[in-house]
């Protein structure tokens, strides 16, 4: 059975700093994208940010230079840290199984909240 379990959301003060994760129980991890998906309250669901399988990363350009993506394929977990923090970034993060396009992934993490307060 394949989950992605996110940790690491809380509330943040305009300018802090938080790191997630994402716990991936998925064979072939190292195969994978992953991206990091959020959305905020009445909004859709966009793409963040997304580690490819060779370890290429890339970012939404709302978050370029604030944000960094890595992962670990020994752990089967990636990260998302995520600093100088805004309070548009407010929303549920997820991972999941691909990247950019909400259409694309196969499977998806339940989320964590983030909230950035001013």
């Known amino acids: 059975q394949v989950q992605l379990v996110e940790s690491g959301g809380g509330l943040v003060q305009t300018g802090g700093s938080l790191r997630l994760s994402c716990a991936a129980s998925?064979?072939?991890?190292?195969?994978?994208?992953i991206g990091w998906f959020r959305q905020a309250p009445g909004k859709e669901r966009e793409g963040v940010s997304c580690?490819?399988?060779?370890?290429?990363?890339s970012y939404a350009d709302s978050v370029k230079g604030r944000f960094t993506i890595s992962r670990d394929n020994v752990k089967n977990t990636v990260y998302l840290q995520m600093d100088a923090l805004k309070p548009g970034d407010t929303a549920v993060y997820y991972c999941?199984?691909?990247?950019?396009?909400?259409?694309?992934?196969?499977?998806w993490g339940q989320g964590t909240q983030v909230t950035v307060s001013s």
């Open positions: 999941a199984t691909d990247c950019f396009d909400v259409r694309r992934p196969a499977y």
């Open positions: 998925l064979s072939f991890f190292d195969d994978y994208a």
């Open positions: 580690i490819t399988s060779d370890g290429t990363t």
